[in-house]
């Protein structure tokens, strides 16, 4: 793949202080830096003014939280250094400083989806409100009061404000429908926010500058192929016929991609699409500012669980939810789009349907996931079983590469693109690192203790201030001790514990493989535009394990995202997308087709619920 590191790349916290420059990312909050006048003071005596400081853990890094405060009032809620993912952790911190500024209260109820990080933010307001003498009073203080109808009627209904359930709602909206997102946690864009934004798709635009030889067929076969020839033919083929519209459907939203192409790990080709900004949170953000554009025509409702389709006749109507667990919620709706995402985080679920490629591996909660643990519960399916559709190839379980130990979570440096080896506790290399997700993962599973490190050099990082896609630094990375470093390969190895000699041979052969001088045993191929030999340092190492990432199985769907049962006919007003559905990937997605397949399905969910929608009279 290129090196990613070639773009002018802004490191994390610049990139959100530039895009509140710019506006796009929510004014002065993107930046962690909240303040507005506040709605009304709170104190009943005077408080001692100043700026107190908290220091806290996130989910993802420790950092801190300075609260000013007048003799009367919050003026200023700063997190600027938090580390926490665009979309998720970043967002709740946004949402609850928001909320703590305006209602001047600590009364703040937890946003669903980023829990850990809502509980930071609360932990840092009653310290540094403790230090102020304003804790009694900001605990006296009502809080937002979280409002939602008990009824309403739309169009289209989409379950699921992720990445393709957003798509297909500006789809539907685009085609002339008016939209209600219900969406069970407090976060927008699901576990797309936390995904690298990797998108497959033939551009020979883009490839052409690259020289990069590829065609929609050798996308399709190399699918079809890759998911061991078990996905469903008719799907793999709309898939890579559409994926270039899904690309520049994006643009027209606003989304921009980088110049060059790479390969996503076990992508099999050089065809990822990468955003220009840090993450697949950038397809989000674009999402958002479409939803916020068309507010009129296109509504989310937070925090509400969906517990039932609606069916009236042997069609489905709507559906019906419970808003925080307690307010009854109904959505009338002429088509319903069911796109809640897989069910890797549901432990007992994907232990349960585990008889496929992993029937050797126990899924227990031993295995972490890559996915937002309550955005991947598989709800979904059930609902769309309940009201007759076909659930397809639940065994299909991907396990991806790049997990951190203890949590699953794909954080640090990444698997994917080029010029990395994975080396054993030993320092041996054991497996072709351009091969598939499955084949990795398995090749692992049979290394000591079941792990490995990934190793990269300055080829990958030529700064340890420059970020990488996504927006992470190696100086970051070594602060939080989550990496270790080498000026050389023996200081690596012994950072590492390694056998340096073994360490340098992995490395030597490698080379050799690029440079032409001999076939690796591994079976890997130096045939990608990025390829570079590794000879100079500093050199760095991070261990890695095999995580739950990608459930392939689900709603059975046609073309055109129609629900359908077990013989094949529609399920009438019922349409679903994205990693919900089952089918396209077969038993093994390659890295990339997961975006591809929720805006190029999604697209299809929403033109044709909308389409059904102006058909239906009731």
Known sequence: MTDRNESPWLDRRTFLKGTVALGVYGGLMGAGLSACSPAKPAASAAWKAGTYTANVTGHNAPFTIDVTFSDKAITSIDFATNQESLGVG????EKLSEKALQYQSSNLDAVTGAT?????????????????????????AEGPEDRIEAGYTADVCVIGAGGAGLTAAISAVQAGAKVIVVEKCGITGGSTNVSEGALNAVD????????????????????????????????????VDNALDSVHWLESLGVEFKEKVGSATGSLGERSHYPATPSGNTYIRAFEAFAEAHADQMTILHETQVTSLVVEDG????????????????????????????????????????????????????IGCT???????????????????????????????CGTPGTGLMEDIRTSG??????????????????????????????PDSTYWIVVNKVRYPSETEPDANGATIENMLALEHIVKGENVKDLAAACGMDPDKLQASIDGYNKTVSGMAEDPFGFKANN?????????????????????????????DVDAHALDANGSVVQGLFACGECTGGIHGSNRLGGNAIADCVTFGRSAGKNAAESARATVR
């Open 90 to 93: 970043a967002s709740a911190l």
């Open 116 to 140: 850990l990080s809502s509980m930071c933010f609360q932990q840092g307001l009653k310290e540094c409100a403790d230090q102020a003498g304003a804790s009694k009073s900001l605990a006296k």
């Open 204 to 239: 020979p635009d883009r490839q052409g500058k690259q020289s990069i030889e590829d065609s929609v067929d050798k996308f399709y076969e190399t699918t079809f192929k890759g998911g061991h020839e078990e996905g469903t033919p008719e799907l793999i083929r709309y898939l």
């Open 315 to 366: 069609a489905i109507t709507g559906i019906k939810g419970l808003h925080r667990k307690k307010d009854e919620v109904t959505v009338k709706a002429k088509a319903v789009v069911v796109a809640t995402g897989g069910f890797g985080a549901n432990v007992e679920y994907r232990q349960q349907v585990n008889t496929g490629v992993w029937a050797d591996v126990k899924l227990d909660d031993t």
């Open 371 to 401: 996915n937002i643990k309550p955005c991947a519960q598989g709800e979904g399916l059930k609902l769309a079983e309940d009201a007759g559709a076909q659930l397809v190839g639940l065994p299909d379980i991907q396990l991806h590469p």
């Open 418 to 447: 080029r010029n990395r080896i994975f080396v054993n506790k030993n320092g041996e290399r054991f497996v072709n690192e351009g091969a598939e997700r499955d084949t990795l993962c398995k090749a692992i599973f049979a290394q």
């Open 529 to 557: 535009s990025a390829d570079k030999e590794l000879t100079e340092g500093p050199w760095y190492a991070c261990r890695k394990v095999p995580t739950v990432h990608h459930t392939m199985g689900g709603i059975r769907i």
